[in-house]
């Protein structure tokens, strides 16, 4: 009887010990994810979609998805202040590289990367575009934004409304500011349609021509330089009169210095305008404002004569993902990232958002097809704002874009402006 009690008391503690490891390999984790997107987005809801189906083959992995908006570090790092767990961070890469990977608080991806992708075929780092894995490393190389969305700069406008009335894309400056002459007096629309309320879409002038002046990297060099001689070079008070020639001859929509954002971009939309300087997420803003018979077309920012920089130097900016070093889910956030960066589930986003992707293998969407084929053949990629925010970020916030918007504006003249860029880089330098 004893030996038998024993027998069912070792056959008792057995299946316990079963139970108790079957849970913990069963066991419910969860990420905590914040996104920049608002929920209403098309971009959310690809996002949506990626959670339902990851849940269908990993159910015991929750995420938590919160949909923030574009101030989703600030709030994020709020929250954390206050005691509240984010693993997973969803924000532009230049951003997340400011705020997380040089304050040394982001999870390095590399050991991963080398790894294979979700579906098993090849390093997962070799399933994005070149150079877009490593854009926002840090200076020793290491990779903690893992991208998805790919973004560029350039001009756009209805190829309708430009047919109807014989209006070709320019390729030099030249032709650029003949065009928006012919536009501007021999019709009743504006040229140009701008947001001059948003500083960093006044600043997209500024570091293209900058680029097409000087070449990539001029903007950075200078912000760089601790002596502040390097603003000195003419090219950078060129850029400036040329900003202000725009409005000095009336081709920037008139009362646009007034303007809230979105109320510039509008006036694309309506047909009241002949194109506008933006990212390629615009067609996807202006998705529901245009008409039917809108049909979307974009140019590369012509080349100026002169100068370094070729129409074939495109922008590549990128949204990505990074993780917090403190989190207690780092291998399931990987696995969710390497799910989420799939060509199917890419495709998913790009589809419903209109977006390009940093994902090998994805298409690009019908509206963004002129600057889809110009990255294709690109033969040099700068970061956008020139690499300086991402760079040094509070020098970007509070000294360019501070006194860029003041000489955009009109509200200091060009030598101004050079003085003040000259001197607060010297009293940045000094502080650091």
């Known amino acids: 009887m004893k030996k038998l009690f024993f027998w069912l008391v070792i056959v008792a503690l057995t299946v316990s010990a079963t139970l108790v490891v079957g849970a913990a390999i069963g066991e419910t984790k969860t990420i905590v994810f914040w996104s920049m997107y608002n929920e209403q987005e098309p971009a959310a809801s690809a996002i949506k979609t990626w959670i339902k189906e990851y849940k269908k083959i990993k159910p015991e992995i929750n995420i938590d998805v919160t949909f923030a908006g574009r101030e989703v570090v600030t709030k994020v790092m709020a929250a954390r202040g206050g005691g509240v767990v984010v693993d997973l961070l969803g924000m532009e890469g230049f951003v997340l590289r400011a705020s997380l990977v040089l304050e040394g608080i982001s999870l390095v991806m590399d050991e991963a990367l080398d790894k294979p992708g979700f579906e098993g075929e090849g390093l997962w780092r070799d399933s994005f575009l070149p150079g877009t894995v490593e854009q926002y490393a840090t200076d020793d190389g290491k990779v903690s934004i893992i991208?998805?969305?790919?973004?560029?700069?350039?001009?756009?406008?209805?190829?309708?409304?430009?047919?109807?009335?014989?209006?070709?894309?320019?390729?030099?400056?030249?032709?650029?500011?003949?065009?928006?002459?012919?536009?501007?007096?021999?019709?009743?629309?504006?040229?140009?349609?701008?947001?001059?309320?948003?500083?960093?879409?006044?600043?997209?002038?500024?570091?293209q021509i900058m680029e097409r002046l000087k070449g990539p990297g001029a903007l950075l060099s200078a912000a760089e330089d601790k002596t502040g001689e390097s603003w000195g070079d003419p090219a950078f008070k060129k850029a400036i009169e040329i900003e202000q020639e725009l409005f000095d001859k009336g081709y920037i929509i008139e009362g646009c210095k007034g303007f809230t954002w979105p109320a510039g971009q509008g006036f694309l939309a309506s047909g009241e305008a002949a194109m506008n300087?933006?990212?390629?997420?615009?067609?996807?803003?202006?998705?529901?404002?245009?008409?039917?018979?809108?049909?979307?077309?974009?140019?590369?920012?012509?080349?100026?004569?002169?100068?370094?920089?070729?129409?074939?130097?495109?922008?590549?900016?990128?949204?990505?993902?990074?993780?917090?070093?403190?989190?207690?889910?780092?291998?399931?956030?990987?696995?969710?990232?390497?799910?989420?960066?799939?060509?199917?589930?890419?495709?998913?986003?790009?589809?419903?958002?209109?977006?390009?992707?940093?994902?090998?293998?994805?298409?690009?969407?019908?509206?963004?097809?002129?600057?889809?084929?110009?990255?294709?053949?690109?033969?040099?990629?700068?970061?956008?704002?020139?690499?300086?925010?991402?760079?040094?970020?509070?020098?970007?916030?509070?000294?360019?874009?501070?006194?860029?918007?003041?000489?955009?504006?009109?509200?200091?003249?060009?030598?101004?402006?050079?003085?003040?860029?000259?001197?607060?880089?010297?009293?940045?330098?000094?502080?650091?």
């Open 147 to 207: 991208p998805f969305n790919l973004h560029s700069n350039g001009f756009f406008y209805d190829k309708k409304l430009w047919q109807d009335n014989g209006w070709a894309v320019p390729k030099t400056w030249d032709e650029f500011l003949a065009l928006c002459e012919t536009i501007k007096t021999t019709s009743d629309i504006a040229p140009i349609a701008h947001d001059c309320g948003l500083d960093f879409y006044n600043d997209m002038w500024n570091y």
């Open 277 to 432: 300087l933006n990212g390629t997420w615009l067609p996807n803003e202006l998705r529901n404002q245009v008409s039917e018979d809108f049909e979307w077309g974009s140019f590369p920012f012509p080349e100026i004569a002169g100068g370094v920089g070729k129409i074939s130097d495109m922008e590549s900016s990128l949204n990505g993902f990074a993780a917090f070093n403190d989190t207690k889910v780092g291998p399931e956030i990987v696995d969710f990232l390497k799910f989420c960066t799939t060509v199917d589930n890419q495709q998913i986003f790009v589809d419903g958002s209109w977006n390009m992707s940093a994902v090998l293998g994805t298409d690009v969407p019908t509206a963004l097809e002129g600057l889809g084929q110009a990255l294709e053949e690109a033969e040099v990629l700068f970061d956008r704002h020139d690499g300086l925010a991402a760079a040094y970020p509070e020098y970007y916030k509070n000294i360019y874009l501070k006194n860029h918007d003041l000489a955009f504006l009109g509200e200091i003249t060009p030598d101004e402006y050079i003085k003040l860029m000259k001197e607060e880089t010297i009293r940045y330098w000094e502080k650091q």
